[in-house]
């Protein structure tokens, strides 16, 4: 019988859920899963940060009730999470407007909604590669999607003067989508210089950041991963910021982000922040209480705050530690001493590996070692435990 639904085209999925679903599914007891952008700790387990332990204990004791909270969310979480981002001398903060959102997506989200309103005939321009999702993110809120150059496979560096020259072309009001830090899928990050030259690029040609900052602390530090949105915002663009705790708080089903809008001025500010509350009304309605009320208890704590980024400072250095062993360790076996230091220049959770489809394939069929098809590799999947059997398996694929 003709069903409602038969005329859609079937969906194949979301490739990152996938492959994890795949992996669950495998039975193969050493299995290793290096797909999902999520941060294990050294016994491959999904740590609950020490801060927000405390947190949970203090809430729980004061028995906090869980009411509608207003609609661009919790204060107290908005400032502490407008802080984190813009620092101590960002700009003044009524031109900037900040909203709790389900997650990084739902940050990316709601902005892409929002410009769709006030811009609907510009085009959003994404990294080649990028992260899997904000294509079709950006296609739901109705935009066309096109790339502009970024990573150059035979070097493992950016392709910096191709993608100057794309984005000089686009024409103004155009929206760029910015990795702040922490490429995703490839780890590869521009240097200050390169974001200074960019900056004045978007002065120049009036083009619109919007910033995806999903891993702020996993490369240079808390302060520096988010060096460029400051340095843009300080050159007086107005830009979005999704910014997400999914990964920094270690809690990724709380689903707490925010999407911050740097305005002229605060009558432009108002005006944004009345459309983005009808945007979340008309969706969502309000956004969920705890994951948001750990965040504001840890932030604005100060031991509580020190503890936080003193926890994930030892994950960063961690993962640091993993791509020099895994590096060297696949020199070692390859006897290609080179040929693997890419992956310890590269930073955050991801490392790109050069592999085709096919090895990333075999690696899968032969070892259980689960990646992306793009070769990206969640390095924070490595642990002591599985990283001599990875490499070895890398190794073999590398070969064939
Ligand atoms: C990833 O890239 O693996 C993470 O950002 C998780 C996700 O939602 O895709």
Redesign the pocket.
């Known amino acids: 019988m003709q069903s409602l639904f038969s005329p859609l085209p079937a969906v194949s999925g979301d490739a990152?859920f996938a492959l994890v679903e795949a992996f669950q599914n495998d039975p193969t007891p050493n299995k290793v899963s290096l797909s999902?952008?999520t941060y294990f700790d050294e016994n491959g387990n999904i740590p609950v940060m020490h801060a927000v332990r405390q947190a949970r204990d203090m809430l729980a004791q004061a028995g906090t009730p869980h009411p509608y909270l207003p609609i661009p969310g919790s204060a107290a979480y908005r400032n502490a999470a407008r802080s984190l981002v813009f620092g101590t001398n960002g700009p003044e903060p009524d031109r900037i407007v900040t909203v709790q959102s389900v997650g990084g997506?739902g940050a990316l989200k709601v902005g892409a909604d929002l410009l769709r309103r006030t811009c609907p005939e510009a085009a959003i321009w994404v990294s080649d590669p990028t992260?899997?999702?904000h294509g079709q993110i950006f296609r739901q809120a109705g935009f066309a999607v096109r790339e502009y150059p970024y990573y150059d496979a035979a070097t493992a560096t950016v392709r910096f003067a191709q993608m100057l020259a794309a984005l000089q072309a686009l024409p103004k009001g155009s929206i760029v989508v910015l990795h702040a830090s922490c490429h995703?899928p490839t780890g590869v990050d521009l240097s200050s210089e390169q974001w200074e030259a960019l900056t004045g690029l978007f002065e120049r040609q009036g083009l619109i950041p919007f910033f995806d900052l999903?891993y702020q602390g996993f490369g240079q530090g808390l302060e520096a991963d988010a060096a460029p949105i400051r340095m843009m915002a300080r050159a007086g663009l107005e830009c979005l910021v999704a910014s997400s705790f999914s990964k920094n708080f270690s809690l990724y089903g709380e689903r707490c982000g925010a999407l911050h809008i740097v305005c002229h001025d605060a009558a432009a500010a108002d005006r944004a922040l009345g459309q983005v509350k009808s945007l979340i009304r008309g969706n969502y309605s309000t956004p969920p209480t705890f994951g948001a009320a750990l965040i504001a208890c840890v932030l604005n704590d100060t031991e509580l705050r020190r503890l936080w980024a003193e926890e994930l400072e030892q994950m960063r250095k961690r993962l640091a530690g993993l791509r020099t062993r895994l590096s060297a360790t696949l020199a070692q076996l390859t006897g290609e001493a080179d040929a693997w230091q890419y992956i310890e220049q590269q930073q955050g959770l991801f490392s790109y590996l050069r592999l085709n489809p096919l090895q990333v394939e075999s690696l899968r069929q032969e070892h259980a070692v689960y990646l992306l098809k793009s070769g990206r590799l969640c390095v924070a999947g490595l642990t002591d435990g599985n990283i001599d059997y990875v490499g070895r398996a890398i190794a073999a694929a590398a070969r064939r």
Do not use: D, P, R
């Open positions: 990152i999902i952008g997506t992260w899997e999702n995703n999903a």
